[in-house]
């Protein structure tokens, strides 16, 4: 019998097989990232017996003791979330890629700490693409700098941009902010890098974010469903926010 996990995973990649198709695109352009914060480790074997094997975790120690418990599933592991620099050893040790990058400091740390008997980490350059105070990301206009920066460091290799827009419903919304990440990557392109993936769009946005050329969509609660609680390493990033706003 299909598990609620497996039948959710299987109806979002019917949903992007669906967009896909609607707008030209082959369904096998676009990566399935299951975001998988707050998930027990048994929901992410779960949801690799049904076909998934890339995840995202958003918080170091949360996903560490998950790859304690995953040891026997070669699943590739993507950090997802803000990164503190005392933190990019363990990343650097234990992901094949990090999405999240969005500073020169913390980039410097991740190829400095990243073992040679590793293959290279792989590179999204986080954008804050909504200009909200509360979003990490660096800031469209130093992000040619960011680039030419990253793009030297031994031990990484840029693949391409991130960037975690506006909650909003309002479609034209997503919609512009989906497509100045579009025309962000575009024109790094265009000056030569050699990037090929642009890692937008969740559960709520999927489909505007497929259309406006996305290759890498992270999906958490269309797959696992509603969250159900703050891990600690969150409750301290929401306490530092606020802290910071005080």
């Known amino acids: 019998?299909?598990?609620?996990?497996?039948?959710?995973?299987?109806?979002?990649?019917?949903?992007?097989?669906?967009?896909?198709?609607?707008?030209?695109?082959?369904?096998?352009?676009?990566?399935?990232?299951?975001?998988?914060?707050t998930n027990p480790a048994e929901n992410l074997r779960e949801a690799w017996l049904a076909g998934q094997k890339i995840f995202g975790e958003n918080y170091l120690?949360?996903?560490?003791?998950?790859?304690?418990?995953?040891?026997?599933?070669?699943?590739?592991?993507h950090f997802i979330g803000p990164i503190q620099s005392n933190k990019t050893r363990r990343i650097a040790e234990n992901f094949s890629w990090v999405h999240s990058v969005d500073r020169t400091k913390i980039a410097d740390r991740l190829s400095k700490d990243r073992s040679e008997s590793l293959p290279p980490l792989q590179i999204c350059l986080q954008v804050n693409v909504?200009?909200?105070?509360?979003?990490?990301?660096?800031?469209?206009?130093?992000?040619?700098?960011?680039?030419?920066?990253?793009?030297?460091?031994?031990?990484?290799?840029?693949?391409?941009?991130?960037?975690?827009?506006?909650?909003?419903?309002?479609?034209?919304?997503?919609?512009?902010?989906?497509?100045?990440?579009?025309?962000?990557?575009?024109?790094l392109k265009r000056d030569g890098y050699a990037l090929d993936t642009l890692s937008m769009g969740m559960s709520e946005d999927m489909d505007v974010a497929i259309a406006e050329g996305a290759t890498m969509v992270r999906v958490g609660t269309a797959i696992f469903g509603p969250r159900r609680y703050l891990i600690p390493e969150e409750l301290a990033a929401l306490a530092a926010k606020k802290a910071q706003a005080l």
């Open 1 to 37: 019998m299909t598990t609620t996990i497996a039948s959710r995973l299987h109806a979002v990649q019917a949903r992007i097989d669906t967009v896909a198709h609607s707008l030209g695109r082959r369904s096998d352009e676009i990566t399935l990232l299951a975001a998988s914060k």
């Open 130 to 187: 909504s200009g909200e105070a509360s979003k990490s990301g660096v800031a469209p206009e130093e992000l040619s700098s960011l680039a030419a920066h990253v793009v030297r460091l031994p031990r990484l290799k840029l693949r391409g941009l991130m960037a975690v827009p506006e909650l909003t419903t309002a479609t034209a919304l997503q919609r512009s902010q989906f497509h100045m990440l579009w025309e962000l990557f575009d024109r």
């Open 61 to 77: 120690q949360e996903a560490l003791a998950k790859m304690q418990h995953l040891t026997d599933l070669p699943i590739e592991w």
